[in-house]
């Protein structure tokens, strides 16, 4: 059973991609005509032009749109297709799921014509992020076992370039950092079971982070401590786009 298998069950419901993060995506794609998603859970953030997408989650794959590209159940570390079958690949905050990063990455190097593009964070700047630094720190030490470094993954495609992936105050896919100016949101269980560094933790190690959480935000503590956020439009999660050129 893969890890989707157990936490993925409402994913479609909370991680809609978001408009802004779709457009970054598709251009750092290129002019690429064919596209393959690894990892490509429900189908987000997938361009019309994707030809084929593999997941190991039954339980996402039933959560793909019946229009969507065709899917099959395969892993990243063994692409059942065969080499340079499409000008682009991507992969999307899949990475730190793999069991065998080096294999999963030579899987995507070997499929790819032109361009692999990764969606990823850097978890130098994820872990001070408030929700993790000030009440979830078990969660800090949880993602610092299964992060990938941003340097480590771009060697392995063979160097790379980053873009940083800005995440908007009102982003509607709700991936971990995606509440940083809705904190309340952190509080409904339905948004956590979508977010794996969450989900994954586990409601016990959390809880007594997340009932301060809820005490601060009914006292205004938070919004003190936090009122630089309020007016800002986007906020620095530290996703970031790995863009490889092969």
Do not use: K
């Not at 229009?67 to 065969?82: C, G, H, L, N």
């Not at 700047?125 to 630094?133: A, E, K, Q």
């Amino acid at each position: 059973m893969t890890t989707y298998d157990r936490i993925g069950a409402t994913y479609a419901t909370t991680r809609r991609p978001d408009p802004r993060i779709t457009a970054q995506i598709h251009a750092a794609l290129g002019d690429a005509v064919s596209v393959i998603n690894v990892g490509a859970g429900s189908g987000s953030y997938e361009p019309p032009q994707t030809v084929l997408a593999v997941e190991p989650s039954a339980v996402m794959i039933a959560q793909r749109p019946p229009d969507s590209a065709p899917a099959i159940q395969a892993s990243a570390e063994a692409i059942p297709v065969e080499d340079d079958a499409a000008d682009a690949v991507m992969a999307l905050l899949t990475v730190h799921h793999w069991s065998d990063l080096e294999s999963g990455i030579a899987e995507l190097r070997r499929i790819a014509r032109r361009r692999v593009v990764v969606f990823t964070w850097d978890q130098t700047v994820t872990r001070t992020f408030w929700l993790l630094d000030e009440y979830l720190p078990e969660v800090i030490a949880f993602d610092d076992e299964r992060a990938v470094p941003v340097d480590r993954l771009a060697a392995l495609l063979g160097g790379a370039r980053v873009e940083e992936v800005p995440v908007p105050h009102d982003c509607t896919d709700g991936f971990g950092a995606a509440f940083w100016r809705r904190p309340e949101a952190y509080l409904d269980p339905t948004v956590r079971a979508g977010i794996s560094m969450l989900a994954q933790s586990g409601e016990d190690a959390i809880r007594p982070g997340l009932a301060r959480l809820a005490d601060d935000l009914a006292s205004g503590v938070w919004h003190e401590r936090h009122a630089d956020l309020l007016g800002r439009d986007t906020f620095d999660g530290g996703y970031r786009l790995v863009i490889a050129d092969l």
